[in-house]
């Protein structure tokens, strides 16, 4: 096991070093205090527990609001998390602490150790914690000071782990069990493993900024319908037609965003798994890479990675909501049934229902918050895939990011456009909320235009 974690290290570490390659100005504070280095660490331990989209999103959300609560204690710039997260009772001893420590350092600690907490490999998160305090022993920070930045983490970290012991997850095992239905327009389980829907009650998981999950429900399904003049086969004809048209640019977008914790292929008998980061960890890295590209300091570098996981865990809350709720037939399922028995798409169709578009709703809430944050014009070379087996690709903002990010999943041939279109709007309008909330609370943009 450590042998697998110190391989993906190693391509995490490349994956850092292509980021701040963009950067001709360097960050104010030591490159070891890069808070997204703290976030991608706990990404390996996500991909090497192949945790699930929704699940991620909770666990990145979590991990950051420690680092967040200890910079707002330090910095009076930043709105207390108690302003914009709706129930969280705030920490009241991080103001209180008498004892000198580093601020940014118990924040960067701080995300590995709720991490560490919380996953269910987190103690492999140990040995990063100790080459961590390595570092600072090696650049000459006093001792009494790494001993009470420590403690000062440990405790925001078991303020956040209480909160989040109030979030209903530990609930989810005693609900009761997904039964796929045997309606005709209803999901089932697809190939090659059909594996059993993912976190199906996950509308129970409290929400953080928005209200609840029902609160930003999509447009209404179009009818499904067998009959080849309908409008839902229409739509399923038009995945079908496209899937064998596609151009190399297409199916490139549609690689670049699989983002699939669950990808397996099959050879005769042998099925063989490819860990990867999730698509809400393919957003946390975007929020790392460009904070470090608009030179931001540490506590704004927090503040976007931290906004950017509770808006994470918004959407999949939201999305999921309605997933389960509309249970929406897979374009794979309805086309072998009845169109072409032998078609398959070109990105493996993942383990739930198919209304709103996961990709969809969460790029775009990600893509208004970051826009809110540092800009409409924000250009930036996304490498954060490189790790994972993907390549690079340029963006001129996060709107156009999320808009390939979203027709990536038409192209890959694992949504209609009906749950694209209504899965960006979705998106957005999550984000909306968030920003009104966070606007309220006095977080204002970073960007001068």
């Known amino acids: 096991m450590r042998i697998v974690k110190q391989s993906l290290t190693i391509l995490l570490i490349l994956g850092c070093q292509l980021g701040q390659a963009q950067n001709k100005k360097r960050a104010t504070y030591p490159d070891y205090l890069q808070p997204d280095h703290a976030v991608n ?27 967040y609560d200890i910079g707002a204690a330090n910095n009076k710039k930043l709105p207390a998390l108690n302003t914009f997260i709706k129930a969280y009772a705030g920490n009241s001893s991080l103001a209180n602490i008498k004892a000198k ?32 305090i390595e570092i600072l022993q090696k650049t000459k920070v006093p001792q009494d000071i790494i001993t009470n930045s420590v ?122 798994g490819y860990k990867k980061i999730s698509p809400g960890g393919h957003w946390m890295h975007i929020a790392g890479l460009v904070s470090q590209k608009a030179n931001l300091g540490f506590d704004e570098s927090v503040m976007v990675i931290t906004l950017t996981g509770t808006t994470l865990m918004d959407a999949f ?24 028995v032998k078609w398959q798409p070109i990105l493996q169709t993942p383990p739930f229902p198919e209304y709103t578009s996961g990709h969809a709703v969460i790029s775009n809430a990600a893509a208004e918050v970051l826009t ?50 209504n899965g960006n709007d979705q998106g957005k309008r999550v984000a909306a909320g968030i920003i009104e909330k966070i606007k309220k609370a006095g977080i204002t943009p970073l960007h001068k235009n």
């Open 317 to 340: 809350i939201s999305c999921w909501e309605e997933k389960f709720t509309s249970n929406r037939i897979r374009p794979e399922t309805f086309i072998n049934r009845y169109i072409d």
């Open 101 to 132: 420590y580093d601020y940014k350092i118990a924040a960067y600690y701080s995300i590995l150790e709720t991490a560490k907490l919380l996953l269910p490999s987190g103690f492999m998160l140990k040995d990063d914690q100790d080459a961590f």
């Open 151 to 272: 403690k000062v983490a440990e405790d925001a970290s078991a303020a956040v782990i209480t909160f989040s012991k109030q979030d209903h997850y530990s609930q989810l095992s005693a609900l009761q069990r997904y039964t796929p239905l045997k309606n005709e327009g209803s999901w089932y389980p697809t190939p090659p493993m059909y594996m059993e829907a993912v976190e199906p009650n996950w509308k129970t998981i409290r929400t953080l900024v928005i209200d609840t999950a029902t609160q930003y429900k999509p447009k209404p399904l179009i009818p499904f319908s067998k009959d080849s003049t309908s409008a839902f086969y229409a739509q399923v004809k038009d995945v079908y037609n496209a899937s064998k048209h596609l151009t190399p640019e297409q199916i490139n977008q549609a690689l670049f965003w699989d983002c699939n914790p669950f990808a397996v292929t099959t050879s005769g008998h042998m099925a063989i």
């Open 372 to 421: 809110y944050l540092l800009g409409d014009k924000f250009a930036y070379t996304d490498n954060t895939e490189i790790p994972f087996g993907s390549g690079q690709r340029d963006f001129t903002s996060f709107r156009q990011a999320a808009a390939e990010a979203s027709m990536s999943r038409f192209y890959g041939g694992i949504h209609y456009m009906q749950s694209i279109d």
């Open 41 to 67: 660490t706990v990404t390996m331990v996500m991909v090497h527990d192949v945790v699930s989209p929704p699940v991620a999103a909770r666990y990145y959300a979590y991990c950051t609001l420690g680092a």
